[in-house]
């Protein structure tokens, strides 16, 4: 978030870029301003939860962005450099919301790869255009697009990130696809933009192959670019800086007058909650995640190897009789609360009860409306020892929580101030602190 937070900081700051056209000038004296509009990696992040501070992205908002920046000038071109989706269950509803929201082209993503037949599935139904040179699927894919928007031609390119297990040869064949579809959409283009998933426009590609064929005017990469904290000029070429999951919109303002290119501008838009979120698309993901997906309840992996295989639920009120000071001592931490936590948010949803309610990871089921906390709960903690009778294990024998449990949840990503030494004395039993 800290590094998201370094790119807004640089939000609205003009960057001096000269983009020279590989055709030469534009005819005619009047200008020509164009306007690129920019996201990669979207990973299926539908909407923010508000876990771990994150409020930023949401396709609802970036709708109303997309909108309003269309609206600014209409000569606009929308792509994504790709990773649409984390999960092929979302492919459906985010390639269609895209193409509601008139992205003229999708790349290739590593993760995108790993469940290809349901992305070009999901791309072709919706009418989503996917820029690739090595694949050949029918209505979807193209080898690379040249639109002509506001009188200049912008051309559009994808290298991809490649499958694992690919061979030299094979390899080698895909990056001379690549290099074909290149060049033929370099020599028709004014403008090209690179999609780079797959890492090609390297500093040595740039000064050395590229020069050769023709550089490409703007690089859009995926999350290793969001580390930049603004963009890079390595020759005629601007690589700009990305965000993830959609937090921001990139936008590049061109404007090309024949014997003077004047610089384009760069910034970066904020997906915050200043933004309004766009109704109709808000509706469409909250059906989308209200529907029943019990898939998601065993998404996650949320035992150490030593737990047990076969999952039953141990309601925490099962406990209690002969535990009464360790249920006393949970009852009070935000883990007892945390299936309270949605009901109040509105969010009792797969998504978030997988992390939620220990309930729910163990049936697929939970409790609309329990008499008692519920949450994450003895049985998250201590099923390695679950079931045992009245007589409960031996007084003498101490079982140690392994603390890799917490981390199923507390990812990088939904807790990022996560720290074990800090965060386990808060939920931890008085005769343990």
Excluded at 64 to 73: D, F, G, H, M, Q
Excluded at 207 to 224: F, M, N, T
Excluded at 260 to 265: I, N, V
Excluded at 418 to 430: A, G, I, R
């Amino acid at each position: 978030m800290n590094r998201l937070m370094a790119i807004c900081s640089v939000a609205l700051a003009s960057v001096g870029l000269i983009l020279v056209s590989a055709a030469g000038t534009q005819s005619g004296s009047s200008s020509k301003s164009i306007r690129i509009i920019y996201t990669n990696d979207t990973i299926g992040y539908l909407e923010p939860c508000g876990c771990g501070g994150r409020y930023q992205g949401g396709l609802a908002r970036r709708a109303t962005v997309i909108a309003r920046l269309v609206k600014e000038n209409p000569n606009s071109l929308i792509v994504e450099s790709g990773n649409l989706s984390d999960k092929a269950s979302k492919l459906p509803l985010v390639a269609k919301l895209m193409a509601d929201m008139h992205y003229d082209a999708v790349g290739i993503g590593e993760v995108d790869a790993g469940f290809a037949d349901d992305f070009f599935k999901a791309t072709s139904k919706c009418g989503l255009k996917v820029v690739d040179a090595t694949v050949v699927d029918g209505s979807s894919v193209v080898p690379y697009l040249v639109r002509k928007i506001g009188g200049v031609k912008i051309g559009v390119v994808s290298f991809g990130k490649t499958a694992n297990g690919v061979g030299v040869k094979q390899l080698d064949n895909l990056r001379q696809s690549f290099r074909d579809a290149y060049e033929r959409a370099r020599r028709q283009s004014d403008i090209l933009v690179l999609l780079d998933q797959g890492g090609i426009a390297t500093k040595e590609w740039l000064k050395g192959e590229a020069v050769q064929i023709g550089a490409p005017d703007i690089v859009i990469g995926g999350i290793l670019n969001s580390v930049m904290p603004r963009e890079q000029v390595i020759g005629r070429t601007h690589i700009v800086p990305t965000s993830v999951q959609g937090k921001l919109v990139g936008v590049i303002d061109v404007s090309l007058i024949r014997g003077q290119l004047p610089p384009p501008t760069l910034k970066m838009v904020p997906v915050d909650k200043s933004i309004p979120e766009d109704e109709a698309v808000r509706k469409q993901i909250g059906d989308f995640l209200t529907k029943p997906q019990p898939a998601l309840s065993m998404s996650l992996n949320f035992r150490t190897p030593q737990a047990r295989k076969v999952r039953s639920y141990y309601d925490p009120e099962s406990c209690k009789a002969c535990h009464p000071n360790e249920y006393e001592d949970w009852r009070k931490t935000n883990h007892a609360k945390a299936l309270q936590t949605l009901r109040s948010k509105d969010r009792l949803i797969p998504e978030c009860l997988q992390c939620h309610s220990e309930e729910f990871r163990q049936t697929g089921k939970y409790t609309a409306a329990p008499a008692i906390h519920a949450g994450v709960e003895c049985a998250t903690c201590h099923a390695t020892v679950l079931p045992h009778g009245i007589e409960g294990p031996a007084s003498t024998v101490t079982h140690k929580v392994d603390a890799k449990i917490c981390l199923g949840c507390h990812t990088s990503e939904r807790s990022p101030d996560y720290d074990e030494k800090t965060y386990l004395p808060t939920v931890s039993h008085k005769s343990k602190r």
